[in-house]
């Protein structure tokens, strides 16, 4: 049993792996526009770090696979409103993704001291 | 005293003598001739004109709200109560009460909520008859459903023979408290004097037990503008407060014997303590049993600077519990279920086996219309008590119940809830870290730079929307957290943090809020009370330029209905133009600065309006934000 999940793993590895440089090819600052357009932000943040309770989850940096990306604006799991065909084209999907993959990271947390007085 | 009313003429003519000696003349006359004071009624009935009453009714209306102690009278001024206002400030000094000036009621309501939160204590607010009632309408429903007490004073004319012709009809009615009975604890209307006097402080202990509540009184303008009749019989009963009542002690100790004998313990705690030694007394409990506490948020009820303050993890808590002890819980179901959002999927959080207690006065305070008592739970032991007043015994119980092996089980688990506190801090830290330099600003990095302003201040968070200060902010006094509306009425936030500022004002305490844009543009009026009273408070603009929560709404019902994505922002935002919150402040003379959207400003800003705040003024500091 434990062979079969970890066989399973590697494969949905690949093809998370072969998914993500299927990306098809997208402007990131077109794509930051169709983020803004489409409201994005509104749950995620301008820059996809997420919201405050627990509204949106963290986008990016480093965003999930194409596939995955894919998968939950079309057909979402939980709260989050479907992003169809008929109104999100795929080209427009592309480029979204491909702002968040250009968003870099910010300071690490041990470099905001503002951060670094909770919980001590 | 039966009679100090006073013909002018007869006054003015006795002048030359002594003004004291006619009065007293007219007065004993009057005590000694029932008749000719009858008379002297109908003949300065005849002479309205020239008609001085010395000694209305309202002057002993004030007599009796200076006998509750309330301190403040928040306002919008009326005719209807007209001589009540009057005798405040002339007959009482304008001192206990003190009048406010508000520009709606729905703010002197609001005010007053905020102002009980943070006193431990309410204060009154008048509402013209009719129209300032109706004015009134939401922020009291916010109140009933946070349960917090005022003292409400509504101007009417019942007797119709009364009235003036034209507005003042339109402003009488019937039954002035009919239109708030919903959502009220109790209400009266006195005939008399005497009547009023014995239904304010009946109101007063009415609204301080708990469960508290809001109470309204009618001040009939008839009543309070006319003379005082026989003054002599007229008598303020005293006032005594309820001791709020302790659960039954044999289900306290089956309580007892439920937590000691668990392996997951969870305490919720929402509307609990009143004080902090509410906070300690929940302290001990969740100690004795190494308990991990969820303090939803409606009170300030454990600091989160306890390894047991596990407010962020509720959902796992409750997913493993398998004892839950509930203390003043608005809403049991929503803790263990959860419906999705739009497509209403049911799911169940807690195990189907999961035990519960709730110590609660919920169910002795319910009313039908209004459906803030929440869908029902059944409980396995439900302890109808104060919760507050019960702890005590509830930690004496687990101490009893716990012997020497079964407290050396409990103890032991202190290390890994130490550690599972660490890392919940750890991940609430990393989280505020995201996106800590994107513009507009985030709300973390907001609430940051707002608590590295205050740290060495004694404060108080009065009103937020933002979940990051608890989350982050070392909080260990109950003036920290004030909670929310209890309603979620919009218009709430500013009004009850300008109140808060009020009751925390003479304490030395520093009082802040965090405000959304839309929420303060309800009755932004309330900046200049706060301004013209001198009212010291920082408030922060959490200025996300729309009613964001419904722009995500929009999108939601887009997604539901299969159409297009991109129009949510018709009808919820708040742009073209935006609003300059800084401009609008300083016109009603409130020192403020912005807009910020340079993250790296705000730290300056807050600093600058910090010391605006410590010597007495209000300020405001307008940060364009993020949505959330």
Known sequence: ?120 | MSNQTIDRRSFLKGAAASAAAVIGTQLAATDTAPAAAAAAEVKEAEQSGDKVISRPGSDFMVDVIKATGIEYIASNPGSSFRSLQESIVNYGGNKKPEFLTCMHEESSVAMAHGYAKAAGKPMGIMAHGTVGLQHATMAVYNAWCDRVPIMMFAGNILDADKRRPGVEWYHCVQDPAAIHRDFTKWDDQPLSLQHFAESVIRAYKIATTPPMGPVLITADGDLAEGPIHDEKKLRIPKLTISIPSQGDSGAVSEAAKMLVAAERPVILADRMARSQEGMKRLVELAEMLNAPVVDIGGRMNFPTTHYLCRGEDRRALIMGADVVLLLEVADPWGQFNTISDPHHEYRRLGKADVKTIHISLGDTLTKSNYQDMQRFMPVDLPISGDAQATLPALTEAVKREAGIARRTALADRSSKLRTDYARMKERARAAAGEGWDAKPVSTARLSAHLWNTIKNEQWCLATSGIQWNRNLWPATEYCNFLGGSGGSGVGYSAPAAVGAALANRDKGIVTVSIEGDGDLMYAPGVLWTAAHHKIPILMVMHNNRAYHQEVMHLQKMAGLHNRRMDQAAIGTTIENPNIDFAKLAQSMGVWSQGPVTDPGAIGPALSKALAVVKRGEPALIDVVCQGR
Request: aromatic share 12%; charged share 20%.
């Open chain 1, 1 to 120: 049993m434990r062979i079969l999940f970890s066989a399973m793993l590697m494969i949905f590895g690949a093809f998370a792996v072969f998914a993500q440089e299927q990306a098809p090819a997208g402007s990131a600052e077109r794509g930051y526009q169709a983020y803004m357009k489409y409201q994005c932000y509104t749950c995620h943040g301008t820059v996809g770090q997420g919201a405050d309770r627990g509204t949106g989850p963290k986008l990016a940096p480093n965003p999930i696979s194409f596939e995955g990306f894919v998968r939950q604006l079309r057909a979402p799991r939980q709260d989050m409103p479907a992003y169809r065909k008929q109104f999100v084209s795929e080209q427009e999907v592309a480029d979204i993704y491909a702002y968040l993959k250009s968003i870099k990271p910010g300071p690490m947390l041990k470099d905001i001291p503002l951060l670094n007085f909770a919980g001590k």
